[in-house]
């Protein structure tokens, strides 16, 4: 079946990085983008960006320019997602979620499938 | 960025009830909009795409209409398995923009 499955759980200190992983399985890899969406504690969602496994393109919100990157290794259909400097309001729950989209008389996107989420905290 | 504003911020209802849920883009969005339910320590999961369009899966007690800048998601029946919180997206530009979410409680 289509699944994501994602990385364990980090505990991170102020100033580090993280990365984390995001394996996909039951479908094409490359046909469709992989997004990223976090979750900070009570709160809601918050779209981080977007990338596309076929191009290699991504799309960053404008909020985690120069701080997040995100890759992949077709290979082994996983994607990744790398936020550095780390402070206290990066603790939150991080998804992926396969893009998926078509065009009629306008063009839709919407993300069908997600992974289960990974856990980063950020405490010193 | 586009602003997405959902109303109510929660509310409690019965199993049998209809509940409507209201999004407002502050601009145009044509009919890109997309609405997810999440339970409490899961993923959200998508229902309704491109506006009005089920998910394969969903039941079809859920609904979705608008275009524009106002949009809804209706419940027509509701069941004990549908609380939690329920979030509209926008997918007219980047960033993709949520609501700050309805919680539904199931009285």
């Known amino acids: 079946q289509v699944q994501l499955v994602q990385s364990g759980a980090e505990v991170k200190k102020p100033g580090a990085s993280v990365k984390v992983s995001c394996k996909a399985s039951?479908?094409?890899?490359?046909?469709?983008?992989i997004n990223w969406v976090r979750q900070a504690p009570g709160q809601g969602l918050e779209w981080m960006g977007w990338?596309?496994?076929?191009?290699?393109?991504?799309g960053y919100a404008q909020k985690f320019q120069g701080s997040v990157t995100m890759t992949m290794n077709t290979s082994v259909t996983t994607a990744y997602m790398q936020l550095n400097s780390l402070t206290s309001d990066d603790t939150a729950v991080y998804y992926c979620?396969?893009?998926?989209?078509?065009?009629?008389?306008?063009?839709?996107?919407?993300?069908?499938?997600w992974g289960k989420g990974t856990t980063v905290t950020v405490s010193s | 960025d586009i602003q997405m504003t959902q109303s109510p911020s929660s509310l409690s209802a019965s199993v049998g009830d209809r509940i409507t849920i209201t999004c407002r883009a502050n601009?145009?969005?044509?009919?890109?909009l997309n609405w997810y339910q999440q339970g409490p320590g899961k993923a959200p999961r998508l229902l309704i795409y491109?506006?009005?369009s089920l998910q394969s899966g969903v039941p079809s007690r859920f609904s979705g209409s608008g275009s524009g800048s106002d949009f809804t998601l209706t419940i027509s029946s509701l069941q004990s398995e549908d609380s939690g919180t329920f979030f509209c997206?926008?997918?007219?530009?980047?960033?993709?923009?949520f609501g700050q979410g309805t919680r539904l409680e199931i009285k």
């Open positions: 601009q145009s969005i044509t009919s890109s």
């Open positions: 491109a506006a009005s």
């Open positions: 997206q926008q997918t007219y530009s980047t960033p993709h923009t």
């Open positions: 990338m596309n496994p076929n191009s290699g393109n991504t």
């Open positions: 039951g479908y094409t890899f490359s046909n469709y983008d």
């Open positions: 979620a396969r893009g998926q989209h078509y065009s009629s008389i306008y063009y839709y996107y919407y993300m069908d499938v």
